[in-house]
């Protein structure tokens, strides 16, 4: 039997973490304000709906490891405040995380708006 209620709560818990995230993590805004920017872009372009899938993922790529990676540093507070290199390892490791995906979605923004970048100025 599926309790909707229950269904519907955690909806509103999940969406109450996202609005923390953006409330209250710096990273993360500049993470929503980089998407914002490449999606104006993308409609000043008019890109594809191919092209849209790629921006789309790579956004929800990055934002998707930020919040795991603050959720592991909520963690790693509660239950190491004070210092312990395996703290910190587990730390950078979740950073390092966030890196890879930002670097994957700069590829990804040059490789798609590259070309019509190329052809509004050509
Ligand atoms: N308990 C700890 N033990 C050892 N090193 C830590 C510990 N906490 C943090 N560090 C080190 O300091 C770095 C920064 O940690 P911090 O928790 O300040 O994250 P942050 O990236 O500045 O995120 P935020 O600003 O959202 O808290 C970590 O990547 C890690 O190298």
């Known amino acids: 039997m599926i309790q909707f209620a229950k269904t519907l709560r955690s909806f509103r818990f999940a ?34 709906r191919t092209d849209w899938l790629w921006l789309l993922l790579a956004i929800a790529l990055v934002w998707t490891a930020e919040m795991f990676n603050t959720a592991l540093e909520k963690v790693v ?28 979605a700069v590829v990804v923004g040059v490789l798609v708006l590259g070309p019509y970048v190329v052809d509004v100025f050509a």
């Open 15 to 48: 969406a109450g973490g996202i609005h923390w995230l953006f409330r209250y993590e710096n990273n993360a805004r500049v993470h929503l304000l980089a998407a914002l920017v490449v999606i104006g872009v993308g409609f000043w372009l008019r890109i594809s």
């Open 77 to 104: 507070d509660l239950v190491s405040p004070e210092y312990h290199p395996l703290a910190g390892q587990a730390k950078d490791l979740a950073a390092g995380a966030v890196l890879l995906t930002a670097l994957f």
